[in-house]
């Protein structure tokens, strides 16, 4: 199947799935085994080379993992992939490569609160140094760039307040600093918005969320564009990303970059990054998020359809202080959301209820159809109160800086009738104010 002449929704259907040469099979199979034998020594010897391409042990590589690699790959418009066995696991997977002890990472502050606290308190265990700053702002990347940089790190689409990142306007600064743009892509999905086509170099998923899209399996991904020039030298001369582009000693002084060309991020991530820390994708997650994608687009235009129609309704409600969606054009972010996610800004987004907390916790506790939790991307809607559950640590002021100040409610709609949805908030709003 030449992949370029497909549409979207095709590709999300066959993209790298062909029916299984063994026996037939239309469905991806599940290749649920831990190694491969080997045809021969000869052979052995040359897939451990990376001489010939091939699965040897499942930490590294499996076949139904590769099909939704392909298939990730393809529809982000990347030339490779690599799955984790989370969002997180993605992000620790892409940043692997180009960190190492004393390296700096710029970040924007919108990041999903998990991010940010890997980025704060995890990272430094590791030596790698978070810049965090002011996305709406795209000069303030500029300004934290140091000789150290290797690398800026955005959203897409940012969970939950729906802040839409200029992501053409970071991906130019970053091209000048010479450093590859990251994009987290979890929200938006490639049916919203391709960032790559922005000048994003390495996209990150949680799978998790909308593409597998039924609330079933834990997954991430790393896309890789194939653009970045890994060769690339800092201000005094020496390389900046010397696993990828200097002989990297966790493969016996395989330079990468000289020998895989433009697959040569994606190769490290598979026989480094994957071997070497372990958060390898379980063939059965992968296989789930491969028949979710197959939907992909019909639940993307059926969540955004749903959501836009719940925040004009609830921006109406005469219980609710504000909404904010960059769908509806008082927001903030609609002319941003408009370039970059013209069929709709996702449908994760915030509202405030007049009477703060005490109101809050009784709509979640009130509604019937939305499940209480602590997920986004379901094709069932869900609600949650940050300021009683995820962010419950932070101090008020923390709250309210994060957009989880006491008021707030975060909604993720799902693909339900939109009527049914529409009244289950609005007898749970009821019931709060009775
Ligand atoms: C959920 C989420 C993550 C983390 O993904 P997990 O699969 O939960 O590890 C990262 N980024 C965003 C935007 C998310 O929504």
Redesign the pocket.
Known sequence: MSDKTYGFETLSVHAGAAPDPATGARAQPIYQTTAYVFEDADHAAALFNLQTVGFIYSRLSNPTNAALEARLATLEGGRGCTVAS??????VLALFPLMQPGAEIVASSR??G??LQQMKNTYPKFGWKAEIVDADTPDNFKRAVTENTRCFFI?SL??PGGVVSDIEAIARIAEAAGVPLLV?N??ATPWLCKPIDYGATLI?H????FLSGTGTS???AVVDSGKFDWSVKGSTGGGKFPSLAGPEPAYHGLNFHETFGDMAYTFHSHAVGLRDLGPTQAPFNAWLTMLGIETLGLRMERHCANAIRVARHLEKHPAVAWVNYAGLPSNRYHQLGKKYLPRGTGSVFTFGVKGGYDVGVKVVDGVELFSHLA???DAKSLIIHPASTTHRQLSDEQRVAAGAGPDVLRLSIGIETVEDIIADLDQALARATA
């Open positions: 989370s969002g997180h696991a993605a992000q990041l999903y998990g991010s959203e940012a969970n987290d979890t929200l990150v949680s799978t998790t969320k834990m997954g991430g997920n986004i991307g």
